[in-house]
């Protein structure tokens, strides 16, 4: 199987809310394609992230995803790619609050 390749993630941190979302993700792959508003928790252990991918509710009442990975490989690497990320992310806003 050939995995898509990420070639851009944005991440947007929001205040940490009692459920553990920390902020929302953007994913580029192969500079063509865009799966925005990835919501991005803490796991309830401590240990990492997980992704929660966009739905949508229905007038009927039936819950759809917009889009979502469909295999364990493309989960793992989407999650990596952000987890990446957030740590870039996390890093220059510590640096900034030590004026590094």
């Known amino acids: 199987m050939c995995l898509p390749e990420i070639t851009g993630v944005t991440f947007y941190p929001t205040r940490l809310t009692a459920k553990g979302l920390i902020g929302f993700a953007n994913c580029l792959f192969n500079h063509q394609l ?37 295999t364990r490989e493309v989960t793992d690497l ?15 806003i510590v640096e900034a609050r030590h004026g590094d």
């Open 34 to 70: 865009a799966l925005n508003c990835i919501a991005v928790y803490t796991r309830p252990s401590g240990s990492g992230i997980r992704l929660v991918f966009p739905q949508r509710d229905l007038p009927n009442g039936l819950r759809v995803h917009l889009f979502h990975p469909v």
């Open 78 to 92: 989407l999650t990596e790619a952000v987890a990446a990320k957030l740590r870039e992310v996390t890093k220059r």
